[in-house]
Structure formats: C-alpha cells, structure tokens
C-alpha cells in the first residue's frame, strides 16, 4: 500500500512479552487454518447496505467444540458447521472489543476438515475501510480496502496475514453496473430478478484476507497486455481519457519486473482501477491494484513530468507489492516493513530504467532524507516492532516501515552491489512463493548470496531504533621513519623497496542522531555501518563501522574526504570544521549530485538539532547557489523555507529575502519562465522551485507579479502554460491576496471537467492566501458535503502549514472540530490528523494541541500526537539557538555581495 505523501508517527513499543493479556488477545486461537473461502455478496448502493453468504473450509489440528474468527460490524442470520456429513447450527458470540465471533457447536468437532456456512449482512460503511461506499459527483460505488484489518468488517474470515487461503467470488449487482475483483469474470448470468445479474470470478492462488478486492458499479476500463497477461486501467466513465499513460507505464513496469524477479507475473490478469474515494495512495490488491484517483489518472499531454513520474512510480511500487507482499508475505504485522520497504525501494528500479530523464535515483536521496528525520526523534520505533491490536498495526504504515526499510535495503544492496542482492531477492522470492516469511528469512537469502554478514548487520538497524550519526575527522599521517637496521640491511639488497607513502587516517564515531539533543534517552546504541570513503586521491572503498570509534586509513594525503559515498548510506555524517570548509568548497565539482544532496540533508539537520551553526548551512547553500540540478535545489528549498519560518525576526527579514533573490534570481534568469525547445523535464520542474524560492520566500514583486500573470491566462486556458511549474506559480499567486483570484480559483476546484492533477494544484494553491478571511471561505468549503473525505484532512493540514494564518486557522479548526471530525476516515490513518500541527513552532500553540487531542481521546492519536510535539519542541529550540546566529551571518553576507540581480523574464 502506499501512504498519500504522508505519515511519520510512531514510537518506541514495548516487546511483546510486556504486552497486557487484552492486547495479545487480538490474534486468533491457533488450531484453525483456512484453506478456501466461496463468497457471494449483494451491494446495494442506495441503502448503503450488503447480504453476504460463504462457505470456508477449514483444517482443525485438534477436537474442538468452537470456532473463532474475525468478525466485525456484521449480523449473523444464520451460522453451520459441517463435519464429516454432519451439520451443526452453531451459536455465536462475540468479543466487539478483540473484533472476534465465537461459533459454538454442541458436539465437539474432531481434528481434521469441516465445512463452515455463515449468512450474515453489513453497512455499506462511509469510513473508507472495509466495504464501504464511495461517491463520484453523479452516483454510489462500492468498493473495498482491507488492509490492515478491515476483511472482517466484509466477511467472517480468518483475517491474519499467515492464514492464505484460496477465493472463489460472487457478486450479485445491479444490471447496468460491473464488478471488478482478484480473478477474472468467468460466468455473468441474469438475475436474480430483472434488475441484477450474477459475476462469478475465478478461484485466486492462496493469498492473505486483505489482499481481497471487490469493486461495483459503471467502471470503464482501457485494455493492453504485457508479456500476454491481460492489463488494464478502470474508473469511473469520465476518467477513461486519462488512463492512457497509467496504461502504457503498466505495461512496462510489468516486463521490467518478469525480468527483475526472474519469475514471471503469477495471478493471470492485472487489474488497476481508480476509485472515487480512496484513503490511502493505493492497495497492492493480488491482481486488482486499488488506486487514489490523483495518483492514476492524468491527462497524458497536459500534465507535469513530476505527475507522469508520481503515476509510474506508484504503480511501479503497487505492481511491485504482486512479488513482494502477495506472492510472499510477512508472517505478521511486525515486519510489514517487509512488504512496504521493499516495495518502496523497488519503485525506483524501473523508473530509473526506463525513464533515466526522471533521474529517479536521486528521488532516492531524498527519501533516505525523510526516513531520517522521521528516525531523529524521540518517538521513533524499531523498523520491526511489536504490532498486537488493530491500531498498533495501522500505526506501522509509517516513514520507518517505507522509507528507512527502503533505505536500509539501498545500503546494503550498495554494499553488496546490485547483482548479487538480485540473486538473494530472487532466491527468496522462489523459497516463499505463495507463503509467509520473516526478516530473518530474507536476510539469510541476502547473506547466502553475497557471502557477506548481512544477516549481522541488518538487525542492527531493524531491531533498535534511530540512526547513527558518523563524525569524521582526517589528517595526514605522514610515512613513518624506516629503522636504521631494516635501512641497512635494504641497501645491501640488490633492488630497493618501494618508499613508504604518507597516508590520510579518518577518525570514525558513531553515535544515535537526535533531532533534539535534550529529547536524547537510553542506552547508547551501535550499528554495523557500511561506510563508504570517498577522496580526491584514491578509490573509494566502504568499511564496516561496528566500534564507537575506529580509525580507517586511505591512502594518500588528499585535501579533502567524503564518507558517504554515492550516498547509499543510511546515518547522518558530521565533519569536523576544516573538513566541512573543504567540502564546502569542493562540493560543486568534486561531489556527486546524490552526494551534494546528502551533505545539504546532513547540514541542515545538524543546524536544525544544534549540533552546527546554521550559518554552514547557508554556506553550503551559497556555494552551490548556481547548482542547476533540479534534486539538489529540492534539497535546500525546505531548508530555506525553515530558517524564512521559524528564524527570521522583523528586523532579519529585509536582509534575508535581500540575500535569496541576489543568490536565486540569476538562476532564473538563465532558465527563463518559458521552456527552452527540447529542454529536460528536469529542467521544467527546477523553474517551478526557483519561483518559489523566489516568489514566496524572497518576496520577489516582480516575480509575485508575474505569476499572477500566468495564473489568470492559465484560468482562461489550461493548455497555455507549462503544467510543470502551475503548482508553484499558482500558489506565489495567492500571495497577492487577490479576492478575485481566489474566487476564480475556488470556482476552477469545483469546475466538472478538472482533472485530478489541476484539482490538487488549485487546493495547494487555496492554502497559500495569507488573508484569513480569504482563507475561512476555503476551510468552509473543506468541511462542505462536497468535499471529499479522502481529501479533506490534507487540505486542512494544507492551511496549517501557512505560517501567515496558522494561529486563526488552528482556532478555527477548534471551533468547528465536529466539522472536522466528520470528514476525517476511521481506517489506518484515523489517529494521523494530529501531525497536521508538527510545523507549529511556539510554546503556547504546543500545550494547546496538547491539551486538545488528549481532550478530545481521538483514536488512534498516541503516536502521531507525540511525534507532532516533539517536533514543535525541536523547532521552539531551533529558533532560540540560532536566530541570533542567523542575525550575525546576515551582517557578514550582505547582499550587496552576492552576484547577479534579475529575476529574468
């Protein structure tokens, strides 16, 4: 599954064996496993209701006289049990707390296969979980997401990833309406009654209950294949002219990985459908991939390169899931990291294949970014950690389980090299096939197949929480005198040896990384570190790092050293100042782009924390001011939009905005406003980010100005500006506060005929007026029936973010908190709307939202919650440790002495 650009909430768990009784309750009695499931469902899509009816087989491996399954928010009509011919009606009970149904019998079952029948009947829920019902602007669908533990909430299952089982799948629907599900359709027949018809689909290969999909009402669908399996792209009717790329990327993906895995796509027909309401990004589905429609319909010659990147690389790692997650999957929640990091990591292989002008491989960098800021705090957890109840479970879908697994997974394929962690991940894939496996599984395949103790270091970074920061100093250590007596006896030899070179000797520590020192508690922890040294003299090389200190030699005196080579590492770095001084100086042509943007991550977490001045930073920044790789200026830009956030008091403000246009403008002026002919996508996306750097933290007025400009001629014609950089130009414009402009652009979010693309620009964009009164009509409109669920606590947290209106906004949101709180979804990311407040950054505003959410017990809240408050600590420290050194760096860089000074036109 993947996230919606979202979570970093999690903390620290407890082992299991501490765990209460009631939490290890909520797994199943051992004894019971399914072997297949034949279920019929009739939705009806006007009550919001549905009927149900199923036969499971089962194996018992003793004599019982009762059965528990899952089972929640369901009524039973009527419950069987058969055995060996005999049937037996059964009594239920059930455990609403443990979300559990125990079926009684009057004799004891014996060891061996029964029969169970059930008929029961659910709501066509409004949560977004389960089966539920999703709403288009003209009518109802039905639609389903299961994971992480909501099958229970459609049928009475088994519902624990271990427990796979085959399906067989009925849907009784209405006559003018599809259905669309794990197997193919291999019977449609009329009735019952006049107005339904009758889908039976295939039996599916054994899979885990929330991997089961269903999907009802007028979807259309394009059609292709690859490798001869049928592909296709589903949705509502209007979306069908914008599934073509989602098609064509689909069928690419799917022969890259039949290639990759060396395992042939293995469930006979893909497909993919956007559903008009959906909570997550997308649902890894076997067979039937479940997708957000924003990250799956565009339009294929009017959308931005990021937005042909986004829809590839979410099906890349939804497609990637069929190996990785459905195929083999974890044996519990504990290591969905399993399913998600690996997914995550692999996304990027195909993009970067087939499309190398996206450059994913430096997206790479900056999710090993947000993995480690994630990583930094207090109330982290453990990539494998306990997950016992449902919300322990939802809370593991978060930075740690996608992107430090990812990242962690990028560092030891650089350690071992890329062919060789293939044929460990391979080997793995053909041992598990169509069963459950475990971290240790798969790290023994690694370990197996490089030869290398992979098996040791990986649980250093799975099992403990954080990260090591590794401090570096160098110096030349000069070749040491021979001895007089070796001396002589070498000048009687005949032919001389070799002259002792001087050599650099790099002083390596490590130690846990705290985004906030003072939050820093425990035992000092260790990792096995794979790190990898780069100088200006020899060949890079990578050592393993396993002591508190250890010294590696290189060879050579070079002037400077880099230990993270192609940044594949997974920690932050920190040198000491004549080392950074060097680096700084260098970095431009001596350094790598990935390597350029992991030093500006490390930096400015290192100011961020208080461990460096942030006046490093800001010389790093201006060192690489004329850098034009798009990945490094993302790099730096949420960097400045810190220090512009949090640092600047009134007096600074001149001085800084002063310094980012003489830095960024010229830039701009060599990239233009308008695409150069056969310009890269890279380039068209850099424009974008130096209007925003320009416009809305330099408070350009020409550069405000002339975004205005193209946004009223984008209004009047969407195919008159390049769509790559609308977003940004969009939202500098709303930094004019123009009444008119915001009135044009609350009409064009609502407009019939927006694409899923144009709709989310226009919302970020709604988000940037600084004029709250401005900004009350769009929260209005947030929490208006016609808005979304799905998308309604992102536009909410869209509003936080904007420092103008933060304090009214958040009161706004107090005083209308039953509003709010309708609009936001009861499934895996329930308890997620307190880290809409993480970029708050004053004392008051922190015990407000502490006091709110502990008031208001909004479930599922814990993690997110304590990770939000602590980043609202960590910025509180930020500013009061360098905003007077801010002040000072600003005298010393006027901007006077910066080159260039226009913006460009």
């Not at 650099?504 to 794979?530: K, N, Y």
């Not at 230990?563 to 920690?571: F, T």
């Not at 017990?857 to 997110?864: C, D, E, N, S, V």
Request: charged residues 20%.
């Amino acid at each position: 599954m993947l996230l919606k650009k979202c979570l970093y909430l999690s903390i620290l768990l407890l082992p299991i064996l501490l765990l209460p009784a009631f939490a290890l309750g909520q797994r199943l009695p051992a004894g019971v496993t399914p072997q297949h499931y034949d279920l019929t469902f009739t939705p009806d899509l006007q009550k919001a209701t549905f009927s149900g009816e199923e036969t499971i087989e089962v194996d018992l491996a003793k004599p019982a006289a009762s059965i528990t399954l899952n089972a929640a928010e369901l009524e039973f009509q009527k419950v069987e049990i058969t055995q060996s011919g005999k049937t037996q009606e059964a009594q239920s009970s059930f455990a609403p707390e443990k979300e559990q149904a125990t079926l009684t019998v009057p004799e004891s079952l014996q060891a061996g296969p029964a029969t169970m029948h059930l008929v029961f009947t659910g709501v066509l829920n409004s949560q977004l979980r389960g089966f539920y019902l999703a709403k288009s602007r003209v009518r109802n669908y039905a639609t389903t997401q299961f994971e992480a533990t909501d099958a229970r909430r459609a049928f009475p299952s088994f519902d624990e990833p271990a427990l796979k089982a085959k399906f067989d799948i009925t849907l009784i629907v209405d006559r003018g309406d599809t259905a669309i599900s794990n197997g193919s359709i291999v019977s449609d027949t009329p009735g019952p009654g006049e107005n339904k018809h009758t889908l039976k689909f295939s039996t599916t290969p054994k899979m885990s209950t929330y991997l089961v999909a269903m999907a009802v009402g007028d979807f259309e669908c394009d059609e292709g294949s690859a490798d001869n399996i049928p592909v296709r792209v589903c949705g509502t009717p209007d979306k069908k002219p914008l599934g073509a790329a989602a098609l064509r990327y689909a069928e690419e993906i799917l022969k890259f990985y039949n290639q990759y895995y060396g395992i042939s796509y293995p469930f006979g027909k893909l497909d993919i459908v956007g559903v008009p309401d959906f909570e997550a990004g997308a649902m890894e589905n076997t067979a039937a991939i479940f997708y957000r429609e924003s990250e799956l319909f565009i339009d294929d010659k009017d959308s931005s390169a990021k937005s042909h990147q986004n829809v590839f690389e979410v099906l890349a790692h939804e497609m990637a899931h069929q190996w990785f997650g459905d195929l083999v999957t974890m044996k519990w929640w504990d290591n969905v990291w399993l399913n998600e990091g690996f997914a995550t990591w692999m996304a990027l292989k195909p993009s970067q294949a087939l499309h190398p002008e996206w450059n994913a491989a430096l997206d790479a960098v900056r999710e090993t970014d947000n993995a480690l800021r994630a990583d930094a705090l207090q109330h982290t957890h453990p990539i494998r950690a306990t997950a016992e109840t449902p919300e322990q479970i939802n809370e593991m879908f978060d930075a740690i389980s996608y992107e430090k697994g990812a990242a962690v997974l990028r560092m030891i394929e650089s350690y071992v090299t890329p062919d060789v962690f293939r044929r460990g991940v391979n080997a793995y894939l053909r041992k598990f096939a169509y069963s459950n496996a475990t971290a240790e599984d798969f790290w023994r395949s690694l370990a197996a197949a490089s030869g290398r103790p992979v098996d040791a270091i990986m649980p250093t970074f799975v099992e403990q929480p954080g990260e090591p920061l590794i401090g570096a100093q160098s110096a030349c250590a000069a070749a040491k005198p021979e001895p007089a007596a070796r001396r002589s006896r070498r000048s009687r030899r005949r032919r001389a040896l070799p002259k002792a070179q001087p050599k650099t000797e790099i002083t390596l520590t490590q130690a846990r990384f705290w985004a906030d020192p003072s939050a820093a508690h425990g035992a000092a922890a260790t990792w096995m570190v794979p790190v990898c040294v780069k100088s200006d003299d020899a060949k890079p090389f990578c050592q393993v790092v396993s002591q508190k200190e250890q010294v590696v030699p290189v060879a050579g005196c070079g002037t400077w050293t880099f230990v993270n080579a192609n940044a594949s590492g997974y920690y932050r770095t920190q040198y000491d100042r004549q080392s950074l001084e060097k680096l700084t100086g260098i970095a431009a042509t001596a350094l790598t782009t990935a390597e350029r943007m992991s030093l500006l991550n490390d930096q400015q977490a290192l100011a961020y924390s208080g461990e460096e001045n942030v006046s490093s930073y800001l010389n790093l920044i201006a060192a690489l001011n004329q850098d034009g790789e798009r990945a490094v200026v993302e790099s730096y830009l949420p960097g400045l939009e810190s220090v512009n956030d949090y640092l600047l008091t009134d007096s600074d403000q001149k001085f800084f905005r002063e310094w980012v246009r003489a830095n960024f403008s010229p830039m701009l002026g060599r990239v233009g406003w308008s695409p150069a002919s056969g310009e890269s996508e890279d380039t068209s996306t850099l424009r974008g980010h130096l209007i925003k750097i320009l416009g809305q933290i330099g408070q350009d007025p020409e550069v405000i100005q002339h975004s205005v400009q193209l946004a009223q001629q984008y209004l009047k014609d969407r195919h008159s500006v390049d769509p790559s950089m609308m977003r940004e130009v969009l939202q500098v414009a709303a930094s004019s506060n123009d009444p008119e402009l915001f009135r044009q652009y609350m009409q064009a979010i609502s407009a019939p005929g927006a694409t899923p693309e144009e709709i989310a620009n226009f919302a970020s964009a709604l988000a940037n007026f600084t004029d709250f009164e401005l900004t009350q009509q769009w929260l209005q409109k947030i929490v208006a029936p016609e808005t979304r669920n799905q998308d309604a606590p992102f536009y909410v947290g869209g509003v936080l973010d904007n420092m103008a209106v933060q304090k009214p906004a958040w009161e706004w949101v107090k005083q209308h908190w039953p509003e709010v709180k309708s609009k936001l979804p009861a499934g895996i990311f329930s308890g997620g709307f307190a880290r809409a407040t993480a970029n708050f950054c004053d004392p008051q505003m922190r015990s407000d939202v502490q006091q709110f959410f502990t008031e208001q017990k909004l479930a599922g809240t814990g993690r997110a919650l304590n990770q939000s408050l602590e980043r609202m600590s960590a910025c509180i420290d930020f500013r009061s440790r360098q905003q007077t050194n801010l002040a000072a760096w600003l005298q010393q860089h006027p901007a006077s002495e910066q080159s260039g000074n226009s913006s460009g036109r």
